[in-house]
């Protein structure tokens, strides 16, 4: 089956880099939009960043110019580039993998931006 493990969260301070990783197995990343997408305490999933089959991006107003998304199709991985963090970018965050009738998540890796 298709499985999707996030890694590289952790504790930064406020202005520091991240980079988060989706490994993806059991089919291939260049089937699927990929994106990423975060859950902070008491708020509703939110969209991140998202890649798409052909190559194009989109991005939530709030990370525009400070996250970066990728993949390698050849590892079968996702990337998040996360620079200049801001505390309000503390959240759970989560790699997902949909194409028409199939939506995969990942297990969510934790982000703190905190001093």
């Known amino acids: 089956q298709v499985q999707l493990v996030e890694s590289g969260g952790g504790l930064v301070q406020p202005g520091g880099s991240l980079r988060l990783s989706c490994a993806v197995s059991?089919?291939?990343?260049?089937?699927?939009?990929m994106g990423w997408y975060r859950q902070a305490p008491g708020k509703q999933r939110e969209l991140v960043a998202s890649?798409?089959?052909?190559?194009?991006?989109h991005y939530a107003d709030s990370v525009k110019g400070r996250f970066t998304i990728s993949r390698d199709n050849a590892k079968n991985t996702m990337y998040l580039q996360m620079n200049n963090l801001k505390p309000e970018d503390t959240a759970v965050y989560y790699c997902?993998?949909?194409?028409?009738?199939?939506?995969?998540w990942g297990q969510g890796t934790q982000v703190t931006v905190s001093s």
């Open positions: 997902n993998a949909r194409t028409t009738g199939r939506d995969y």
């Open positions: 890649t798409f089959t052909l190559g194009s991006t």
């Open positions: 059991g089919s291939t990343i260049n089937m699927y939009v």
